[in-house]
């Protein structure tokens, strides 16, 4: 698959079977997604890759409960229903959408790791963009590549609910940031679109694209 298609096909996935993925095609992956641009050449990023129990089956469960606690925040609670209904609706939609996540045999989790300090307020703030703008643009570098050769993965941020757990699972010092996670491996199959609700949301491209300046879109013209 070229890179075209691969940015064409690459979707979200949510739905994994148990299959190993090979440490050379980890490799592979991890050096593509280290190709990313990156600002000031500062390679300010790290990535952990979890693969062995008890710590993958640790990860797992933690971002199965973030995906709960988002689904209880993020989602209306059906009229009728008390909290408590709508929080245990909220785990039984978690685990019927992220179930196989437990199956998972890969994780690569992301990190900002600060490698400049600058006496100007500006250009510190700069820097720090310039940090998380990177990391970023290696993980969609992994997304895409993944895709090409045949894996899933799925950018998640779930386990931010639990931080300082997550933190304490890794070993991640203070003065590394967490960055989002994915999850690598065999999807049960890659999803062909997004769901309906979301194919809905999504909006024209031409809406989206000003020619020249501000205010002109493709929409309008
Ligand atoms: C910054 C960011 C954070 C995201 N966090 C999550 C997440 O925590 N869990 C999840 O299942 N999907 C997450 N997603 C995936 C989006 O829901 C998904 O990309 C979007 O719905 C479009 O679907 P597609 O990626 O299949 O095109 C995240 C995406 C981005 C860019």
Redesign the pocket.
Known sequence: MDALDAIRH???V?SYTDAPVADEDIDRLLRLTLLAPTGHMAQAWGFVVVREDPRRSALADLVLRG?AD?FREARPAKEGTSAQEHAAWAQDYAEQV?GTYREVPVWICGFGVPRFSMDNEVLERIERFSDVTSVSFAFENLFVAARAMGLGT?????HLFYEDEYRELLNVPDDVETH?ITPLGHPTQF?EG?PPA?AASRRPWRSLVHDESWGNTRAEA
């Open positions: 690459r979707r979200a949510r995906g988002y992220l799925a950018p998640t941020i779930f989002y999803p997004l979301l």
